[in-house]
């Protein structure tokens, strides 16, 4: 009779063991589950970019005097992802944009420095992936 008993609680105690067993096991799952959806990114941005460009002048440099006519310039533009072009200007009269470059320098050759004038002032603008921009400008004497 003890052994039936005994056999009775001991197929009892198994079969909530396997129980237990069994939702620990969901419950193990599920715990996973939600640790993976709050490590993967789901929707998630990138950053906007607000740090804004460098670019200054290589060549010409602010206060050079140069002969009239066919000149190359250059900058160099830098940002903490990409600098993605530059606007070249004489005054408010655009020269080119560029978007190759070698490095970080960006070059636009012109011939477009006539000796009408006694100096012109050429500005640079740099945009970066993020469309923030940065100006430098630099002012050229010609000789006559």
């Known amino acids: 009779m003890l052994d039936v008993r005994w056999q009775k609680w001991r197929s009892k105690r198994r079969q909530k ?21 709050a490590v993967l990114p789901v ?8 740090v804004y460009p460098e670019i200054y002048w290589v060549q010409p440099q602010d206060g050079d005097t140069i002969d009239p006519g066919v000149h190359e310039l250059a900058v160099v533009a830098t940002d903490d992802q990409e600098a993605r072009r530059v606007f070249f200007f004489v005054y408010t009269e655009m020269l080119g944009i560029v978007s190759q470059r070698s ?15 006694p100096f012109y002032r050429l500005y640079a603008s740099v945009e970066d992936a993020g469309e923030n921009m940065t100006q430098a400008a630099v002012t050229v004497y010609v000789r006559r």
Do not use: M, Q, S, Y
């Not at 396997?18 to 939600?34: D, F, S, Y």
């Not at 320098?105 to 000796?115: E, K, P």
């Open 17 to 37: 063991e396997e129980e237990v067993r069994t939702v620990n096991i969901a419950a193990l799952v599920a715990l996973a589950a939600l640790i993976a959806l």
């Open 43 to 50: 929707g998630c941005k990138e950053p906007p970019d607000t």
């Open 103 to 117: 490095g970080d320098t960006f070059r636009l050759r012109v011939d477009c420095i006539a000796d009408t004038l």
